[in-house]
Structures are given as C-alpha cells and as structure tokens.
C-alpha cells in the first residue's frame, strides 16, 4: 500500500510539473492544448473511496488553476472527470474482481479498453473545460474543434507517457 501511495504521489508532482512548465507553452495554432495531468486522476487505484478522489480531484484541478490564473474550470472539468469516473466503472468494470492497489493502466487491462476509457474521459474533461473556458455558443465550431483536436493530442500523450512506465502483468 506504501508503494502505491508513493507512485501516485510521486505521479501527481511529475504530471503537474509537466504540465505547468511544458505543456502550458505547447500549442498548435492555438487549436490544439494537450492537457495529460488529467493522466493522474485516470490512473489512481481502481477500488479508491469517492471521497478520496473528488479530494485528489479537487486539489488536482486547483493547482492546475493556480498555475494558468484560471477561476476553477479545471477544478470543475476534474471534479466531472471524476465523477463520470465513477460511473464509468460502475457502468464496465466488475470492481469486486480487482485488486484493491490495481490501477487501470495497460498492465492490468487491455490496450483497447484502456484507448477507450481515456478517450471517453478526456473527451469529457475537455468538454467541460473548453465550454467553461468560452462560456458561450457564440464560438461553437470553434471550441468544438479546439476540444476534438486537442483530446487527440492528450490522448497521444497519455499513451505516450503509459508506454514509457508499462510494466509487465503480474501473474
């Protein structure tokens, strides 16, 4: 359990470091922003309690917004994310039947149920933060492509970063 609580500790600094001083300055044509810290709410423990991670969600989501000057839409896009979460596994996983440190990552489940779980959810992160961000239908295809492409970019980099700390499965 020290091992899991160190390794995501030590998850949420490097995700958030990155974050704010990498992909903060990383941007095609302002029409794509990727935004992998949401990898650490992705990757926390599967049988985590709901209290935990809305606290882990909020805190992640807060110094996020501490670092770009915004007013909590990445608290709340995290707060959602968690949340459908939640439900996401509710709704497709058997929860009793893993582990309680098991993590949904590529070592514990398959890469095509892996691909779609961080698509869904980060289509539904950057959902919320675009439309918070703009506030208003005025710029509807706009946003709307802003949040396709940059969803594409974070999901990459989410694989990315997966392939790189895949570890073999346990047997």
């Not at 058997?94 to 095509?112: K, L, R």
């Not at 779609?116 to 439309?131: A, N, P, Q, R």
């Amino acid at each position: 359990m020290a091992r899991v609580l160190f390794e995501n500790a030590l998850r949420f600094i490097i995700l958030i470091l990155a974050q704010v001083l990498l992909f903060k300055n990383v941007a095609y044509y302002n029409l794509a922003a990727p935004f992998p810290y949401i990898m650490f709410i992705l990757l926390l423990p599967i049988r985590i309690s709901n209290l935990l991670l809305f606290s882990l969600a909020v805190l992640c989501g807060l110094t996020v917004d501490i670092f770009y000057d915004t007013l909590g839409i990445h608290t709340a896009a995290c707060v959602t994310l968690a949340w459908v979460r939640v439900i996401y596994f509710d709704i497709a996983l058997q929860i009793e039947d893993h582990e309680a440190t098991a993590t949904p990552g590529i070592s514990e489940i398959s890469f095509q149920w892996f691909l779609i779980y961080v698509f869904t959810l980060t289509f539904i992160h950057h959902f919320v933060l675009f439309f918070l961000e703009a506030f208003s239908f005025r710029y509807f295809f706009t946003t709307l492509s802003s949040l396709f492409f940059s969803c594409i970019f974070t999901v990459i980099i989410i694989l990315l970063f997966e392939f790189v700390f895949y570890k073999q499965k346990r047997r």
